[in-house]
C-alpha cells in the first residue's frame, strides 16, 4: 500500500487547510482509514476515522472544526481542518489501520500568526 499526504502549509490562528491523502495498492473502497498527527515531543495520536461511508471518530479536541471524508472513485482520504488552532501544528499522517505500517511520508502543518 502506498499513501501520499498533500495541502499542509502555514497557516494563521482560525484559517483552514484541506488535506488530502492519495492511497494506492489496496482495494481503497473497503478499508477504514484514518488521520493521525504528531507534535514534536509528542505521541502520534488519532484525530478521525472514516469507514466505508461514515464517520467513526474524531478526537474531542477536533471535534466541530475537522471534517474527515473520503472519494473512493478517486482513493482519497481527505481532512478539512477549520478554525485552526497553534496546538494544531503538527505532521499529519493518513493510515489504513487494518493493515500495518501502512503510513505514508506525512504533510507538516503549522498554525502560527
Not at 502555514?10 to 504528531?38: E, N, T
Not at 473512493?72 to 505500517?101: F, G, R, W
Request: hydrophobic share 35%.
Amino acid at each position: 500500500v502506498q499513501l501520499v499526504e498533500s495541502g499542509g502549509g502555514l497557516v494563521q490562528p482560525g484559517g483552514s487547510l484541506r488535506l488530502s491523502c492519495a492511497v494506492s495498492g489496496i482495494d481503497f473502497g473497503v478499508y477504514v482509514m484514518a488521520w493521525h498527527r504528531q507534535s514534536p515531543g509528542k505521541q502520534r495520536e488519532l484525530v478521525a476515522s472514516v469507514g466505508r461511508s461514515e464517520v467513526l471518530y474524531y478526537q474531542d479536541a477536533v471535534k466541530g472544526r475537522f471534517t474527515i471524508s473520503r472519494d473512493n472513485a478517486k482513493n482519497t482520504v481527505y481532512l478539512q481542518m477549520n478554525d485552526l488552532k497553534p496546538e494544531d501544528s503538527a505532521v499529519y499522517y493518513c493510515k489504513v489501520p487494518m493493515i500495518a505500517h501502512s503510513w505514508g511520508q506525512g504533510t507538516q502543518v503549522i498554525v502560527s500568526s
